[in-house]
């Protein structure tokens, strides 16, 4: 269709011949036989997209033609495009690919291309080919071996006779037709019986004649069109080679790329798995023993000494945690949860948690909530991660006056819109420097970055958050007064969570003796030493074991309140180990994570294996104090 579209014809449509019976199938498996060329267009418009396959009289000469190699017509028919409906007949001449040897019908049939078809109306053929003759006879053309009228296609006279005086039964191509005839009224009566059988002798060549005229113009044009049509599609034959070639070489250049990029990004993946990994376990010291240091008895000095390598510990953590963040952003691994949790409490843990920085810098922290606002349905941990980003940049950017953390909640649309501002009366943003405020890897100036460093994610992680919450962030801000950075959320009103302050670690908890029975699977000796220390602390007795097969034997053979399992260990790691003792045990330990494992999928691997809990490394006793609350 689109070929016959790009011949000039842009609404050639498929049609059947009107109340047509539909014929059987045609054993070839050719379901239609669809005029896609005629010519002139302007006369035969009626003709184009005919399918002659859907009425019998023309299936079946076409599939005949086809079949035997021969020229074949129709029984009588009415064209489409005679107005007048008058009987005519149509001439098929098959034509194949000329490169194969045709001796049988599958031959024809697997080489066939077409046919090039000749539509006739009987009486304008008829009196074309009689001429003269016309005037001296009346002649009947009736289709098949009967004179019956309801046969007869064709009548020189004006009326039918009852009888004739000759009859010739003529095969045409095909269709057999009877003839009879009398003498008309231009016959010359002087010349006798004699011109009668002349004329009647003459009748059968000079229709075959007229016949074969009509034939070889018709196969002189099925020539002419079959070279053309060849012409032109052997150059677009060529044009798809050259597009297919071109196309292949593009999807193979295409699979490369991607499979340059897919082994790139498996090895970031495991570049950021390896560095996490390594990264983390020298900070699980660095964090925790400066943690202890600090809790320790020391000197004035040294106590600031101990304090500024636990700040500059956690410094870094927050730099490796914004990198695997940003990370799992591009690659679109990073999902967020939908529980309910209270968004005021959050900002207050967030606040609480930055209050001492603020006041170090003598700024005033605080929060203001215009109206009440629900629990609500959502990710917790994102939510407290993009305000801990803002309010402590807030921070970072203001040397005097204050931070100012603005609650609302309200109806936008039928949607519930949870709305946050972050104003500071800091330095300020220029204008110009807006736009690159969300920009990954971007700072304001690069004395910005030496005098407050960062890596320029931070707010990048943000807006990405927000969108991925459904949300909007923005900022506005003035030069030498302050900056106000909001974003907007659409949450839905949870049922209020209740707390049970039993799951809740305070204060006080860091400082009660648990008492319990613990195994500690953990192969890096500074890692042992962190842990059993923070856990003698909280009361507990640790025994240790030094790789995952040693960690199945112990705790197979003794009774453990509790165990922390490390996931990358010789021989057996901790997932294999946790799987083997959960297949073994005899009543259930809870086992939990303390791995340096926190990439994307490392939680689901955990718990997958029989874990019940997941904490990554820089230890925090937090975290150990809320699992043994748990038991």
């Not at 196969?219 to 050259?242: P, V």
């Not at 960062?454 to 923005?474: F, P």
């Not at 648990?514 to 640790?542: P, S, W």
């Amino acid at each position: 269709m689109r070929a016959v579209a790009e011949d000039g014809v842009p609404d050639f449509s498929i049609h059947g011949v009107p109340g047509a019976r539909k014929p059987l199938r045609d054993p070839a498996g050719w379901d239609h036989f669809v005029i896609v060329y005629i010519e002139p267009v302007a006369v035969n418009w009626q003709a184009l997209g005919l399918d002659l396959a859907s009425e019998v009289n023309r299936q079946t000469a076409a599939r005949v033609s086809r079949d035997y190699g021969e020229p074949r017509i129709t029984g009588p028919i009415t064209l489409v495009q005679d107005g007048k409906k008058r009987p005519g007949f149509l001439l098929y001449v098959p034509f194949y690919d000329a490169d194969h040897p045709i001796t049988t019908v599958h031959d024809r049939r697997m080489h066939f291309r077409g046919w090039v078809y000749a539509p006739f109306v009987t009486e304008n053929f008829l009196i074309g080919v009689l001429g003269k003759r016309n005037q001296q006879l009346d002649l009947c053309v009736y289709n098949g071996l009967s004179t019956a009228p309801e046969d007869l296609v064709f009548n020189t006279g004006k009326s039918v006779p009852d009888s004739f005086e000759r009859t010739t039964v003529l095969q045409l191509a095909g269709q057999e037709f009877t003839c009879g005839w009398n003498r008309g009224p231009g016959y010359p009566e002087a010349e006798g019986e004699p011109l009668l059988t002349a004329i009647t002798l003459a009748l059968v060549p000079t229709l075959l004649a007229g016949l074969v005229l009509s034939l070889q113009t018709t196969t002189r044009r099925a020539s002419e069109l079959a070279d053309e049509r060849t012409h032109a599609l052997r150059r677009t034959n060529a044009e798809m080679q050259n597009q297919i070639a071109q196309r292949e070489q593009a999807e193979a250049e295409a699979l490369d790329a991607r499979e340059e990029a897919e082994a790139a990004n498996r090895a970031k993946s495991e570049f950021l798995a390896t560095m996490s990994h390594e990264i983390r376990t020298p900070m699980n010291g660095v964090i925790g023993y400066a943690d202890l240091l600090v809790e320790s008895d020391l000197g004035s000095e040294q106590s600031e000494w101990a304090g500024i390598i636990q700040s500059s510990g956690r410094a870094l953590l927050a730099i490796i945690n914004d990198i695997l963040d940003f990370s799992k952003i591009e690659s679109g691994k990073l999902q967020l949860e939908s529980i309910p949790f209270d968004p005021v409490a959050s900002v207050r843990e967030v606040v609480q948690l930055l209050k001492t920085q603020a006041d170090q810098k003598g700024l005033e922290l605080s929060i203001c909530r215009e109206v009440e606002i629900p629990h609500v349905l959502g990710d917790p941990t994102r939510f407290k991660q993009i305000l801990l980003n803002l309010v402590s940049n807030a921070i970072k950017f203001t040397d005097k006056g204050s931070v100012r953390v603005r609650m609302h909640w309200s109806l936008v649309a039928g949607d519930c819109i949870l709305r946050i501002d972050v104003t500071d009366t800091g330095m300020g943003i220029p204008e110009d420097k807006r736009k690159r405020l969300f920009q990954r890897f971007s700072q304001l100036d690069s004395s910005t970055t030496r005098r407050f460093g960062g890596t320029g994610l931070g707010l990048a992680i943000c807006k990405h958050l927000v969108e991925l919450m459904g949300g909007e962030i923005g900022a506005s801000s003035a030069t030498g007064i302050g900056t106000t950075i909001w974003f907007e959320i659409p949450m839905e009103s949870a049922v209020k969570v209740e707390v049970n302050p039993e799951t809740v670690a305070t204060d006080v908890d860091a400082l009660r003796s648990f008492g319990k029975y613990v195994l500690l699977a953990e192969d890096v000796m500074i890692n042992q030493k962190l842990a059993t220390i923070v856990l003698n602390q909280l009361g507990c007795t640790v025994d240790i074991a030094s790789n995952g097969r040693e960690a199945i034997e112990k705790a197979l053979s003794h009774r453990y309140d509790i165990i922390y399992m490390d996931c990358q260990m010789p021989e057996v790691d901790g997932l294999e180990a946790t799987r083997e003792i959960r297949k073994r045990e005899t009543h259930h330990i809870p086992i939990v994570a303390l791995t340096a494992s926190a990439l994307e999928g490392d939680r689901g691997r955990c718990f997958a294996a029989g874990m019940d809990d997941y904490l990554t490394k820089p230890l925090v006793r937090a975290d150990l104090v809320r699992t043994l609350k748990a038991l």
